[in-house]
């Protein structure tokens, strides 16, 4: 890519040089809004799949929990109350820790800490 050499380190917040360079540019003239938005999209991925995750199995349990006066319930319920106990901190060390750090691993551990939430509400 082509370096945008006048625009060396400008301030940020002007719209000398549009809107690309909002947030103001390094030392070699590359926009550190585009820059902040590469770097986000692994965390934005898998924040989106982690709730698209924990909302879906969350209230599709909370569903079958709050229409149905069965046994399982009732298992259900106290299931979440279990994991809710847990720091989920604490639970994401030692999952990951056991089955070994991968995007997949993680994503799995922070839809099961933020399932009891779209349960219970």
Do not use: C, K
Not at 17 to 44: F, K
């Amino acid at each position: 890519s082509r370096l945008g050499l006048r625009q060396r380190n400008l301030a940020p917040f002007s719209l000398a040089s549009g809107w690309i360079y909002i947030l103001g540019a390094d030392t070699l003239g590359r926009p550190i809004l585009a820059r902040l938005i590469v770097g986000a999209q692994n965390t934005v991925g898998i924040a989106a799949a982690a709730v698209f995750a924990s909302m879906l199995v969350g209230g599709t349990l909370g569903l079958i929990a709050g229409y149905s006066e069965r046994w399982y319930s009732h298992l259900i319920l106290r299931l979440a109350d279990v994991v809710m106990s847990f720091p989920s901190l604490l639970l994401a060390l030692i999952v990951l820790y056991t089955l070994g750090p991968s995007i997949t691993n993680l994503v799995i551990v922070l839809a099961v800490t933020r399932m009891p939430i779209y349960l219970r509400t």
